[in-house]
């Protein structure tokens, strides 16, 4: 069984167009994140939703919309794709450490590597 | 000036010999620190993750943790071929990982 699943895992499309990608995890985790990894590999947080509750935002152009409708699945919309948006997009999972201010381990989706012509 | 800054290598060892990864960063609010391996092509997985000062083993490898000086390390004892990735550290802080840009560690037959 999967546990971290997205779909699709290749996006091929032309700039100025919407696309979007989907994550759904059956760890029954609480915390769900979308990361950025660019060509060289430096991989960075853009989104993370608690229980469908945005928590963390980061400095991330308002063409991108993350949208949780449930705790297991956290989808992105990119709208007018830019040729920058070319990269793989990871979606993670973790628990939420209760009363804390640690992290606990958040476990990776395959990927979609998105390709902006 | 990164957070979280890593050697980005290529670091070759022959193999059977140990592997040294190091990492530095700093933010001191950071509470847990984790070393993520990813292969060309596929996605980042758990290899330790440590909280505590001090060391952490868990078969081959090794966790070192010096919140002191803001550096964490990962060894690989008795490298084997298959532990040719690039090596990701990253430090978690309410809820938030950050990255550094990884070590590419080939082990040499």
């Known amino acids: 069984d999967t546990a971290v699943s997205q779909t699709p895992k290749y996006l091929v499309t032309q700039m100025g167009n919407d696309k979007s990608i989907k994550c759904e995890q059956n760890?029954?985790?609480?915390?769900m994140y979308w990361y950025k990894q660019d060509s060289k590999k430096f991989l960075k947080i853009m989104f993370s939703?608690?229980?469908?509750?945005?928590?963390i935002n980061e400095t991330v152009p308002n063409r991108f919309s993350p949208k949780s409708p449930d705790k297991a699945h956290l989808n992105l919309h990119i709208n007018s794709l830019e040729l920058g948006d070319s990269a793989v997009y990871f979606c993670?999972?973790?628990?939420?450490?209760?009363?804390?201010?640690?992290?606990?381990?958040?476990?990776f989706g395959p990927g979609t590597r998105l390709t902006v012509l | 000036q990164k957070e979280v800054e890593q050697n980005s290598g290529p670091l070759s060892v022959p193999e059977g010999a140990i592997a040294s990864l190091n990492c530095t960063y700093s933010d001191r609010g950071s509470q847990s620190f984790f070393w993520y391996r990813q292969y060309s092509g596929k996605s980042p997985e758990l290899i330790m993750s440590i909280y505590s000062n001090g060391d952490k083993e868990d078969g081959r490898f090794t966790a070192q943790l010096n919140k002191a000086s803001q550096y964490v390390s990962l060894l690989i004892r008795d490298s084997q071929p298959s532990d040719s990735a690039t090596y990701l550290c990253?430090?978690?802080?309410?809820?938030?990982?950050?990255f550094g840009t990884g070590t590419r560690l080939t082990i040499i037959p």
């Open positions: 760890l029954g985790h609480d915390t």
């Open positions: 990253a430090g978690g802080q309410n809820e938030k990982l950050t």
């Open positions: 939703y608690n229980n469908k509750e945005l928590i």
């Open positions: 993670a999972s973790s628990r939420r450490v209760a009363g804390a201010s640690s992290t606990d381990t958040q476990y």
